[in-house]
């Protein structure tokens, strides 16, 4: 996989060099502040990029406006959003057009290599990665609605499918089996009110429910 | 206290003197003024002593009234031809021109006062200053010989107030003064001739005229005056102190407005200044310790991964380091949560709460309402006393459940957060809510918090947020 990475500390971004580097994966070019990653995403047209959010020249949130402009401009890109703090206002701005080739994530959570790595390949490939504590954020603002029948197991499923995860891991993560997986979902599903169609149409539109809350 | 430069001898220790108590008659040495007059240092013992000492305090206080004099003098003269006038008037009729002429003259010497008050008040700032160690503060007035100030004159309550004083108050100080030098004057003349007329010696009678008993009255009553005259010139002085300080410099009223106004401004600089600091340490933090732990842990976690033929004692010590410094980076990163969030400043205070919330082990439902336009300073306690309460209802409350609600209600932000656990919570008890009250009146805000034993517990925070 081809990657941009842009963040302004080199010490950071050596080592996510190093990281990716170990997975096999080919940074294309580094970079240390918004501009400077566009023209760089222009010119090598890679398959993901890694953007820190807090970035010269206002140390604001230039890295959010930066991903969603290439979200924007090339819509085959994927981008991980790294930062030392998430914030669901910048999740939401995030996902405002799609959910798909969207991360967000801690940058803590570079330093579990294996999840960290397979969570930029799912991103590459389509999906979602959003930190554990974005969903625990969305989650406070939650109004009175369906969500609260949900059974405290039902939620963490049902958490974990926001963060994007398959049954597969979810089943890891909780330590239950795939079909106790698949039970909890179509709970979910009942719980919410979504009628049996497509089964990842039903998926998605249940994590939507839970992060528009 | 006030600019009483001078050491302070009170009626009551020179009365007590025979007696065991005995009120501290001297000011520290750092009151009196080395350059203008040496006074003794030390307390005055004897009768002689203490009359020594009030004379030459009224010597200063006669020279301080004397300095007075010259910027008295048009205005005392005015008062004389204005009573001499309304005298004539009185007697003789009032003939028009006279009452026009008198009319014209209040007007003129009114308008000039007006227009020169504050030089004159200028003069007397620098005689109190300089004689007496009182500052008047100085008062901004409008001019009238400015264009347009001419309504603000008329108004102007501290104008008038000046001018009460050099027309009014100055002069009649002045003219006491005047009559007690006469006075002094006319004894001194009397006690030298009488003796002369007692012994005989003719020429007196002739020229006076009057009954040497009676000049012996006169004598023993001016006399007396003249016994007392110490105590009346500083009666005088102190009279002119007390009609300076209330005529010439600001009304009270003016001073505690003022006083406010700078305590406002102080307290919202020091605030201004704390939540300065905390921005500053919090990106500190970010672009020093929080990186290097960062990059720790990323060196670690590729340890961790790459190592295969390290011994299983090293790895562990690896795995261990790797978990540690994960849990420090998340440390760190609460605390500066904590601190101040730098998306407080980004996106406000609706989008900073949600970290707050998520982050309380207790779960918690959170709510904002419009709020519209916040100052940073109120974003900033807002924020606080949200994460403080949690941080309390975490540490204290053994709750379940809480909930944090945010509302606008016209020009008050309320901040309600309540929680289902114990109860029994008191703002004089628990530090946290303590510095919450604090941080909360530092904007003119109210906390309120009832906990009853059993709970449940709810703090409501009430802001003020007008422009």
């Not at chain 1, 994927?78 to 940058?107: N, P």
């Not at chain 1, 790595?117 to 603002?141: F, H, K, N, S, Y």
């Not at chain 2, 009346?232 to 009223?253: C, H, K, N, Q, V």
């Not at chain 2, 305590?263 to 200044?273: F, G, I, P, T």
Request: glycine share 8%.
């Amino acid at each position: 996989m081809r990657v941009v990475i842009a963040d302004d500390s080199v010490l950071i971004r050596a080592g996510v060099v190093r990281v990716l580097e170990i997975a096999g994966h080919e940074v294309v070019a580094e970079t240390g502040d918004g501009t400077a990653l566009l023209a760089a995403v222009a010119e090598h047209r890679p398959d993901a990029v890694i953007v820190d959010v807090r970035m010269p020249p206002t140390f604001k949130d230039e890295g959010i406006a930066a991903a969603v402009e290439i979200r924007d401009r090339w819509p085959g890109t994927a981008v991980l959003v790294l930062s030392q703090f998430v914030e669901e206002r910048y999740a939401t701005d995030l996902l405002a057009r799609d959910t798909s080739r969207i991360g967000y994530l801690l940058k803590d959570r570079v330093a579990d290599l294996d999840s960290f790595i397979e969570a930029l390949e799912r991103v590459a490939a389509g999906g979602t990665a959003l930190d554990p504590e974005v969903v625990a954020q969305l989650l406070v603002r939650r109004p009175a609605d369906p969500l609260d029948r949900l059974t405290p197991r039902e939620r963490d499923v049902l958490e974990l499918m926001a963060e994007g995860r398959a049954n597969t891991a979810i089943a890891e993560r909780l330590r239950v089996s795939e079909s106790a997986v698949g039970k909890h979902i179509n709970n979910i599903f009942m719980k919410l009110d979504l009628q049996p169609d497509d089964q990842g149409h039903r998926r998605v539109l249940a994590v939507l429910r839970y992060l528009a809350a | 206290m006030l600019g009483t430069r001078r050491p302070k001898i009170s009626s009551a220790a020179w009365r007590s003197e025979g007696g065991a108590s005995t009120t501290p008659a001297v000011r520290p040495a750092a009151w009196t003024a080395p350059d203008q007059r040496q006074y003794r240092e030390g307390v005055p013992t004897t009768r002689r002593e203490l009359r020594r000492a009030r004379s030459a305090d009224a010597g200063w206080d006669a020279m301080f009234l004397t300095s007075g004099l010259p910027l008295w003098v048009i205005t005392m003269a005015a008062l004389l031809v204005w009573s001499q006038s309304l005298h004539t008037i009185q007697h003789a009729g009032a003939g028009a021109g006279t009452v026009v002429r008198l009319m014209l003259s209040v007007i003129v010497v009114i308008a000039g006062l007006l227009l020169l008050a504050p030089v004159l008040t200028g003069w007397q700032r620098r005689r109190f200053q300089g004689f007496r160690g009182i500052e008047i503060r100085e008062i901004q007035t409008p001019r009238l010989y400015r264009r347009g100030q001419f309504r603000l004159v008329l108004r102007s309550e501290a104008l008038w107030r000046q001018v009460l004083y050099h027309l009014i108050a100055g002069p009649l100080i002045g003219m006491a003064l005047a009559l007690l030098a006469l006075m002094a004057a006319i004894t001194v003349f009397v006690a030298v001739k009488l003796p002369a007329h007692a012994l005989g010696m003719g020429q007196y009678h002739r020229v006076y005229g009057e009954k040497f008993w009676g000049q012996v009255a006169y004598l023993l009553l001016s006399g007396t005056a003249v016994v007392f005259m110490p105590r009346l010139i500083r009666a005088l002085a102190r009279a002119d102190d007390f009609a300076a300080r209330r005529l010439l410099g600001p009304s009270e009223t003016l001073v505690l407005a003022r006083r406010v106004q700078t305590l406002a401004d102080s307290r919202a600089a020091a605030v201004e200044a704390a939540d300065g600091e905390r921005r500053r340490i919090e990106r500190d933090l970010h672009d020093g310790a929080q990186q290097r732990l960062m990059s720790l842990a990323l060196h670690l976690g590729i340890a961790r991964k790459t190592l295969t033929d390290v011994p299983p004692e090293a790895m562990s010590v690896i795995v261990d380091a790797h978990e540690q410094v994960k849990e420090a980076m998340a440390e760190i990163r609460n605390l500066v949560r904590g601190l101040h969030p730098a998306v407080l400043d980004d996106r406000g205070l609706d989008a900073a709460l949600s970290g707050v919330a998520a982050r309380s082990a207790v779960p918690v439902r959170l709510t904002v309402g419009a709020t519209g336009a916040l100052s940073a300073s109120v974003e900033t306690v807002a924020y606080f006393v949200v994460s403080e309460a949690l941080a309390n209802v975490v540490k204290h409350s053994r709750a379940s459940q809480a909930s944090v609600e945010v509302t606008r209600q016209e020009d008050r932000l309320l901040i309600r957060v309540a929680d289902d656990g114990i109860g029994g919570a008191d703002t004089r008890s628990g530090t946290g809510l303590t510095g919450l009250a604090h941080r909360v009146a530092s904007v003119d805000g109210r906390l309120r918090l009832t906990s009853p034993s059993g709970g449940p517990t709810v703090l409501t925070a009430e802001l003020p947020c007008g422009v």
